[in-house]
């Protein structure tokens, strides 16, 4: 049973660029969320993608954009890229909104993003 | 209300000691804790939880101890091995408006000496 992915596992960008990154959520998951995470940090919530629609946000700004596909994977877009955004991405995957079964969430390894 | 504060910032154990791990909240809707794990370069990685209608939640040389009157959740690790050396995070959970929050403390560094 494989886990959540991410790909890249390290991407170097500069400032003004745009990227994308990608999450496969675990097998029989359908809810993915997004994670910032600063060096030294605790993750920060970026978004929650559920049923393909943008379910809830955390405190980032518009730069910051989502997807996900009918397959249940997804895709964080961040637009003209800050030195500040160098970070770890995180991604989690759970069952459904609402109810116990979807308190359990389960990280992938992250991408680290790297702003020049 | 919205916090979870979690101390110490960073702890040393000697091998074989106990570690503990404390976390605190204010909001009483929070219904699920867990406790994370964090390796250098990884992603948290889920490790023990509990919810608040038990006192403790044993798994193996970890155990979560919640006191649910004084709004306190802890982590104590047995036997503290130096392969626990790692970033520890508490969180709490709760559904708020249609939504599922999940709110994290600010992460122990703990590092067992051999």
């Known amino acids: 049973d494989a886990g959540v992915t991410q790909s890249p596992t390290h991407l170097i960008k500069t400032r003004g660029q745009q990227v994308t990154l990608r999450c496969s959520p675990k097998s029989g998951h359908d809810t993915v969320s997004w994670y910032q995470q600063a060096l030294g940090q605790g993750p920060q919530f970026i978004f929650q993608y559920y049923e393909e629609e943008e379910r809830q946000r955390g405190n980032f700004p518009d730069r910051f954009s989502g997807h996900q596909f009918p397959n249940y994977s997804s895709e964080l877009n961040v637009n003209a890229l800050l030195l500040g955004d160098s970070a770890l991405y995180l991604c989690?995957?759970?069952w459904g909104i609402g109810g116990a079964l979807t308190d359990t969430q389960y990280f992938g390894p992250g991408t680290r993003l790297t702003v020049l | 209300q919205q916090q979870v504060k979690q101390s110490p910032q960073s702890l040393i154990v000697q091998k074989g000691g106990i570690s503990i791990i404390n976390c605190a909240y204010e909001n009483t809707a929070f219904d699920y804790f867990p406790w994370y794990q964090q390796f250098p370069g990884k992603g948290p990685a889920l490790l023990i939880a509990i919810r608040p209608d038990v006192s403790e939640k044993k798994e193996g040389r970890f155990t979560i101890s919640f006191n649910k009157s004084a709004k306190q959740f802890s982590l104590h690790i047995m036997d503290s091995q130096p392969g626990d050396s790692a970033t520890y995070f508490c969180a709490a959970s709760m559904m708020q408006d249609s939504n599922y929050q999940l709110i994290w403390g600010a992460g122990t560094k703990l590092i067992i000496k051999p």
């Open positions: 989690a995957s759970s």
